[in-house]
């Protein structure tokens, strides 16, 4: 075989267009064989894959096997989230604890028992001694998201007992994880600034009296300042993305590695990596880049028809990303409202009178009440078509002053949550059945050609 130097635009280009010719599959052939792509039914609708008692996300019901448009609602081990939030907005306390426990053991926690829960989350936060050096500021990432799925899997070389998967151990590894991800993702964060950024690095020490949502504000501000509006803001936005059922992508990613036997911290590593796609959790950074875009490109922002007249190029193309895609708008389950949206709106609505944010508000509303109509519109399509968590998520996050690198990280530290209940469904109640769905093989059976013959 003949050696010569290697070209990598060259090269490269080639060995991708060898690999294009036999790696596509024909759209129609999952017709053939009744494949449903993505596991969704011709509906959209999910196929079933499995059960759980931790969370329901409602927002179609089949009748006379027609799928038909309900309001959204999402409930955490059947108590509604509308009611949770609700609940704490009245008694002006925080929720992501309360929340936790909720989605971890199955009930509402009593006095006693969230006492006892908030104090070993507490105590779990800090890092082992070498942690922050050895991991985090040895190899500085530019992406938060690709370092907090390292670390989270790092994790488990300072356990002393990683890989027993007893309800027991897999508890204790779920609260160290809840508890640990927040100062991780803040400890990749700075390192990130110093060494990307030019800016200066500053490690702030959490404060066992405060929350997670507390603590999360105090670490990441240079100053540690924060004001108790704005850290129960934060605990609302976690507690409203903390859990979506078993089959949003990186809970199932989280599952299917759990049903093969592994440990906790590749089961949450791999729903991080999922997470960060922009098809799921990496949304929300998506809708501030289009954001951004509308507001270059419109004038006058409470203009319906230049807004609108906006909104059609992105559709179309020529505005945005060149995807296509109104980013928060829309979902695989809601249909006519998605209950966090609905919710995170609400509570927005009462920070922003009187701050820099109102025309912004505004805008986002304007996104939302047109582009139903634009994208029927544009693809002919009359179904309903409603505002997702992400489309408001960015402005709240702005205005309690996270940084955009910073909004993703915060969806995996409120999931990782969702995701260990569901680990410890899954390790506990499915039998240790590996989850193992058939693909079938449409290649053409062909005979071995000698090297030498090959052309």
């Known amino acids: 075989m003949s050696q010569s130097a290697f070209d990598p635009d060259k090269d490269i280009s080639f060995l991708c267009e060898e690999s294009r010719k036999y790696t596509s599959i024909n759209p129609a052939d ?208 976690l507690v409203l993305q903390m859990e979506h059922g078993g089959g949003n992508n990186s809970t199932f990613a989280s599952r299917v590695l759990t049903s093969s036997g592994t440990d906790i911290y590749s089961a949450v590593s791999a729903g991080i990596g999922s997470l960060k796609g922009p098809r799921h959790g990496g949304a929300n950074f998506m809708v501030m880049g289009m954001m951004d875009a509308i507001k270059n490109g419109v004038s006058n922002w409470r203009d319906e028809t230049e807004v609108a007249g906006f909104i059609r190029k992105i559709l179309n193309k020529e505005e945005g990303d060149g995807s296509g895609l109104v980013y928060g708008m829309g979902h695989a389950v809601y249909t006519i409202s998605d209950p966090r949206a609905v919710l995170l709106k609400q509570y927005a609505a009462k920070m922003i009178p009187g701050t820099q944010y109102e025309a912004e508000f505004e805008l986002i509303q304007l996104i939302e009440k047109l582009t139903p109509g634009l994208f029927r519109e544009k693809k002919g399509i009359d179904a309903p078509l409603c505002a997702n968590v992400d489309l408001y998520s960015g402005m709240v996050y702005t205005m309690l002053r996270v940084p955009p690198e910073l909004m993703t990280p915060l969806f995996a530290v409120a999931r990782t949550v969702g995701w260990c209940a569901h680990i410890i469904e899954e390790a506990c109640t499915t039998g240790g059945r590996i989850i193992r769905p058939a693909y079938k093989d449409v290649s053409t059976r062909t005979a071995y050609v000698p090297l030498e013959q090959r052309t």
Not at 92 to 117: D, S
Request: net charge neutral; proline share 3%; glycine share 6%.
């Open 30 to 237: 999952y017709k053939t064989y009744q494949v449903k792509r993505g596991l969704r039914n011709d509906d959209g609708s999910g196929v079933m894959a499995g059960l759980t008692r931790i969370c329901n996300v409602h927002g179609y019901v089949i009748d006379d096997g027609e799928k038909a448009p309900v309001k959204g609602r999402l409930t955490y081990r059947g108590i509604d989230l509308e009611d949770i939030i609700g609940a704490c907005s009245a008694e002006n306390r925080f929720g992501f604890e309360e929340a936790a426990w909720l989605l971890l053991y199955g009930k509402l926690p009593t006095v006693r028992q969230l006492g006892i829960f908030g104090r070993a989350i507490s105590l779990q936060r800090d890092l082992p001694g070498t942690f922050v050096d050895n991991v985090i500021t040895a190899v500085p990432c530019r992406n938060i998201m690709n370092a907090l799925q390292r670390a989270a899997l790092a994790l488990y070389t300072y356990d002393d007992d990683p890989d027993t998967s007893t309800h027991e151990n897999i508890m204790r590894q779920s609260i160290s994880l809840i508890a640990k991800m927040p100062t991780m993702m803040v400890a990749a964060y700075q390192v990130k600034r110093r060494s990307f950024d030019n800016k200066s690095m500053y490690f702030h020490t959490t404060k066992p009296e405060l929350t997670l949502a507390e603590n999360i504000l105090r670490t990441m501000r240079s100053d540690r300042q924060f004001t108790d509006e704005e850290a129960k803001m934060l605990d609302l936005c």
